[in-house]
């Protein structure tokens, strides 16, 4: 590894952030100086569906001496609702693989039109186009069909549209129809990658389930510490790993658009003795 840390102790990590290869407000180079400047030294880009933002992310990782893991979020419909996995070290070494993170662009592309539909029905009339141009080359999400809303004045803010709207539950709501969690996870292990169920204390279905699914799936690791989890949920999950053999980790979930801004990359972290275990993983020297 080229920037590595002398020992895991003194490494400051951000494993979980977006960039505008997907919904994050900041371009791959920009996140990298910004956790710099934040002091964090291991990196993992996590957009969702895409691999887009890694090139660049590299680049400014050498420049900049951070360290960046090539990660991934994959959406999924479980039996439980939405489900999203995380990816790290996914590096797909055969084009099968690659192609089939590349065809989950469609999966998002003709969700995001389904929501449209969805609001043209409610008398909420959103073109699509508007909705590209906030997506940019990114992978469009419900954040650009929210932020084309405001745009057009058909609501306030961001949060209202999710609230009225777009938000699992409401009027304009579309599942996602790509993949299972399973599916996910095997999808991380053929590129090579370690899959994560991201941030376990949101969900709304039986999470028991879920996570009994996972484990049968193959599942390697849980994101424990996130900012919106209890005390109580770290420590539940964490537990969980623990009885269960997996991994451990943590992230802010940074997209740029988060009132803490730029401070919120860095500021969540995984205590050391499980940070050694992910960074064994990931294949660098934990010292
Ligand atoms: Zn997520
Ligand atoms: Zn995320």
């Not at 910004?34 to 030294?41: D, I, M, N």
């Not at 929210?146 to 609501?155: I, S």
């Not at 919106?228 to 740029?256: I, K, M, N, W, Y």
């Amino acid at each position: 590894m080229k920037h590595a840390p002398h020992t895991i102790g003194d490494v400051l990590t951000e494993l979980h952030c977006h960039t505008t290869a997907s919904d994050g407000v900041f371009s791959p180079s920009e996140v990298v100086r910004h956790a710099r400047a934040r002091g964090v030294t291991l990196l993992a880009i996590t957009d969702h569906d895409t691999l887009a933002g890694h090139a660049e992310a590299f680049e400014a990782g050498q420049h900049w001496g951070v360290c960046v893991v090539p990660g991934i979020e994959i959406s999924t419909l479980s039996s439980q609702g939405e489900v999203h996995v995380l990816g790290y070290n996914v590096r797909p070494s055969d084009e099968a693989v690659r192609h089939r993170i590349a065809a989950l662009r469609d999966v998002r592309e003709h969700r995001a039109r389904c929501i449209l539909e969805k609001l043209a029905a409610l008398g909420v009339h959103v073109p699509f186009e508007a909705v590209q141009a906030q997506a940019g080359d990114g992978m469009i999400g419900r954040p650009h069909v929210a932020r084309a809303m405001v745009q057009l004045g058909l609501v306030p803010d961001v949060q209202t549209a999710f609230d009225r709207y777009l938000a699992e539950g409401k009027p304009a709501f579309v599942p996602h129809e790509g993949l299972t969690p399973a599916d996910a996870v095997h999808l991380i292990h053929a590129a090579n990658g370690i899959a994560v169920l991201a941030h376990p204390g949101l969900y709304q279905g039986n999470i028991e389930v879920l996570l009994n699914e996972l484990l049968i799936a193959g599942l390697d690791g849980v994101e424990a510490y996130y900012p919106l989890h209890t005390p109580e949920q770290v420590q539940r999950f964490t537990a969980f790993a623990q009885q269960h053999g997996l991994l451990v980790t943590g992230g802010s979930d940074f997209h740029g658009s988060e009132p803490q801004g730029v401070s919120l990359l860095g500021s969540v972290q995984v205590p050391e003795t499980m940070l050694r275990a992910l960074a064994t993983r990931l294949g660098f020297d934990a010292g």
